[in-house]
């Protein structure tokens, strides 16, 4: 992914799924994930993951709003 690809998608996450999952446990938010990418086959392999990862990254550091992800 390009710089502008990885914000994009930092802005995306911080915008449309942090609201949701802010008070979610890992375990929840593992399983969501999974059913996404059961009814999704054509996400990129490795996609889930690195969403995992950052969603993680953004709860930890409290960067859970979209001015916060700029």
């Known amino acids: 992914m390009t710089q502008e690809e990885v914000q994009e ?3 995306t996450i911080a915008k449309t799924i ?3 999952v802010q008070n979610m446990r890992e375990e929840q938010i593992k ?3 999974q059913i996404v990418e ?8 490795g996609f889930g993951n690195m969403l995992f990862e950052q969603i993680l990254i953004m ?4 960067r859970v709003s979209l001015h916060d992800s700029l």
């Open 9 to 11: 998608f930092k802005v």
């Open 18 to 20: 942090m609201p949701i």
């Open 31 to 33: 399983n969501i994930i």
């Open 38 to 45: 059961k009814d999704n086959p054509e996400l990129p392999k």
């Open 59 to 62: 709860k930890s550091t409290g």
